[in-house]
């Protein structure tokens, strides 16, 4: 996605901003100037059409940003500008003396201050630098950073991509990123290996290449029929590649993505279930909401769930639209914004900061039963911490014309219930009567689905909002259900619909 709009003008976030000398404004997000260090745009759709754009803003980059000065020397945009600069340089053949001395320079700071201390998706990117740069340049000192590069990604390999193939985070958006961060290395090693270099670091393609299967099908299981990830965790639309673009990739290197059936599955490692039943998809979050070191993306989501229906999204979580601190990055990872239940006003795990949790609510109980009707249990003890300890017990029944969702709270004492049914961006909901809303499109008007409380509980309507892209927010609709513990044993919802 192109992000240059003219030589001096970008749009990062859905907010244009102007690239002249200050490379660092401080009117703009940390993450809008994250991105004008990236570079991306050397690499994005129609590159090839604005090459004197790009030549011109290296010279700017480099005349602008004294080395280790600024928000661009950090490590991880320094780690992804040295990769596009140097996929740039592969494909255009476009970078002058003064640009591959930079670019050197660039990496053998980078070298010197490897992200050990955030670890994740960050200290990959980092030895994704360094084996690009390693690959590129000559020498003992390239030699040095392919070979820090292969021990950081052989054991990050082992660390962040789990059985089940997820990417350790639990983002479906980090996951496509690192997705293409693995095909982006085996890329470039067989291109070395080609021209007769880089034989150190065959290891690294036969350790992706051993992964790559489980993590195209756990891609594919979280994905919506529309073809777009679902949002669970931080989690948002152009940030990372298509799984169909990526699928392409690996076409392109010879690593035919495996196709697999439409088909109801349980994702043990990472905690992620899909159930299918014609024309409805289910995804639900039955796990932990991230490693227990390194829980910054994560939100208090547990026993969330997405629907699709007939291709379109009925129900869903509520999105990322920033990473700044503040009370909506907190409300936005926070329970309320996710299809599951809010007890005691409180969130299923301690979000707390920008990228902070404490307390975490851990699954159990997990159980997927495939037949005629698909059953999904789990339950999650993210609410010990109140009175009497309750938990949340959660299951979901889709059959071939309806979807019922069974809440339950145990322990002792009564606590306040808060269900909350985020509804997808076009789709207006009114009350059939006070226990059951109909679902339209806004657009036509056409009847969509039905969602009863078969416990006779009443069902609210309430204006929210939506974040399918950073620095969006859409209006939409979210159906709201109170109920006592102590007066309700068990409620029940129906999501029903009408059969082609």
Known sequence: MSSLIAPGRACFLNREGPI??????????????????????????????????????????????????GTGWEPYPTSLRIVNWIKWQLR?????????????????????RIEWHILGNHLFANAKALLFAGLIFSGEEAAAWRKMACSILLRELREQCLTDGAHFELSPMYHLLFLEDVLDIMNIVEAAARADRGSDVGAIVDAIDERLPAMFSWARTMVHPDGEISFFNDAAFDIASTLAGL??????????????????????????????????????????????????????????????????????????????????RLRQRGTIAHSTLVLDGENSSEVWSSFRVGRRAYPQNVALDIGDVVHLQAQHDGYRHLPGGPIHQRTWSLGALYLDIADRISGQGSHQAELHFHLGVGLRARAKDASCVEIHCSASGVFFAEMSSLSGLVLRVEAD?????????????VIVIDFDSGDVDEHR????????
């Open 20 to 69: 002249g000398d200050d490379w660092d404004p401080s009117d703009f997000s940390k993450l809008w100037r994250y991105n004008l260090h990236y570079f991306d745009d050397l690499n994005a759709v129609g590159a090839s059409d604005r090459v004197k754009w790009h030549s011109a803003l290296i010279d700017r980059w480099i005349a602008s940003n004294p080395p280790t000065a």
């Open 92 to 112: 255009e053949n476009a970078l002058d003396k003064a640009a591959l001395d930079s670019l050197a320079l660039q990496t053998r700071w980078l070298a010197s």
């Open 247 to 328: 699928v392409d990739y690996a076409l392109r290197l010879g690593r035919p993505a495996p196709e697999e059936p439409p088909s109801s599955r349980l994702l043990a490692s990472s905690g992620y279930a899909r159930l299918e039943r014609h024309d409805a998809v289910v995804i639900a979050d039955v796990g932990c909401v991230g490693p227990d070191y390194l829980p910054g993306h994560a939100h208090a989501d547990t026993l969330s769930f997405e629907m699709s229906l007939a291709g379109r999204r009925l129900v869903v979580n509520g999105g990322t639209s920033l990473y700044e601190s503040g009370a909506e």
């Open 465 to 477: 909002t939506h974040h399918p892209r950073f620095g969006a927010s859409e209006p939409t609709q």
């Open 493 to 500: 919802l129906r999501i029903s619909w009408i059969g082609a």
